[in-house]
């Protein structure tokens, strides 16, 4: 009996032992896996987390900044430390060191901007250099004053904006202010003439033809030949019981002794990457050399609309044979009033 007891006491302690040890792996491991999953909770936290810092002059003379959260994640702000231009601490107008602290400072959901925060540092001439410090160990910089926009950069978003216009709407980009009219049959419409007047509002006019011109940007990397059919249509008045469209094709550039422009030689205008152009329109269809009328007071839409040929081989002149791939483009404008 003794030695039944001994043995059930024997593996009692075993299984207690067993048991125990099971616990601990399954705790530890459970600990283990928490720990890892908050570690990249908190990382993941981390990279989604993305500001800007912007400086201004405000009231008193003083230096104020802003927090603008552009990431994911609500941004809580901890510190904010501001140097001189020599790295030492800023001192604020009451004499103590620019640093600002809270728990948070600023709170900033997803897409906002803070208010302006006053650091009460006054504007003595000298360059400042503020220092944000978020909740998950992020950093920002902010400089004061705010560096001056260079020319390079200025470049740099004009491509970008133009990137993203053109993969928007193609390659050919209008000047929307470059749209001008005039009358040839009683103005001097040569290109440097000062008859040529903008194209907000034009005359009505049943007796005399109009001439338009608006100037492009090319930014496609072919060159392209811009085909007869290129036309600026005029569509309205919508005053009217029923829409029609008057159509203005694209003519040559008028000289001192022809005016009103020669019929437009078929693809004799080629735009080749980051040229500007101006380009004339007032006949009343491709090649010939009548111009349109506006007859009808009202509102009209103007919608140009480019009709091309690929250069396939890049030789710069139109072989009909080889350059078989077109181009074509519309470009809604503006409203146009006839009085």
């Not at 749209?179 to 007796?207: L, Q, Y």
Request: proline residues 4%; hydrophobic residues 40%.
């Amino acid at each position: 009996m003794a030695g039944i007891i001994g043995g059930v006491i024997f593996f009692g302690l075993i299984f207690t032992v067993l048991y125990t040890y099971n616990n601990v792996i399954l705790d530890t491991t459970q600990l283990e896996s928490n720990a890892v999953t908050e570690k990249v909770a908190r990382e993941i936290a981390q990279k989604n987390e993305a500001l800007t810092v912007s400086t201004g002059k405000i009231e008193g003379n003083m230096i104020g900044f802003n927090i603008y959260n552009q990431g994911a994640e609500e941004l809580n702000i901890i510190s904010v430390f501001m140097h001189n231009s020599s790295g030492f601490l800023a001192v604020q107008s009451n004499g103590s060191q620019a640093i600002y602290t809270g728990t948070p400072l600023i709170v900033l959901r997803s897409g906002a901007t803070s208010s302006i925060f006053n650091t009460t540092v006054v504007d003595d001439g000298g360059n400042y250099t503020l220092k944000v410090l978020t909740d998950k160990g992020n950093t920002a910089t902010g400089l004061y004053p705010p560096p001056p926009i260079g020319v390079h950069s200025i470049e740099g978003l004009q491509e970008a904006i133009e990137g993203l216009t053109t993969a928007a709407i193609g390659d050919i980009l209008m000047n929307f202010t470059s749209i001008e009219v005039c009358t040839p049959a009683v103005e001097a419409c040569e290109p440097i003439s000062n008859n040529w007047f903008r194209g907000w509002e034009v005359p009505k006019d049943s007796s005399n033809g109009k001439f338009f011109r608006i100037s492009l940007k090319y930014l496609g990397n072919s060159t392209i030949f811009l085909s007869k059919d290129t036309v600026l249509g005029i569509i309205g008045p919508f005053s009217a019981a029923s829409l029609s469209s008057t159509n203005f094709y694209i003519k040559d550039q008028p000289t001192v002794l022809d005016d009103d422009g020669l019929p437009y030689s078929n693809f004799g205008i080629a735009l080749t990457k980051g040229s500007i152009v101006t380009l004339y329109f007032g006949s009343t269809g491709p090649a010939i050399d009548d111009l349109s009328k506006l007859t009808k007071n009202g509102m009209y839409m103007v919608v140009l609309t480019i009709f091309a040929y690929v250069d396939m081989n890049g030789n710069g002149t139109y072989e009909p044979a080889i350059d078989t791939a077109p181009y074509g483009q519309s470009l809604p404008f503006q409203g146009l009033l006839v009085s």
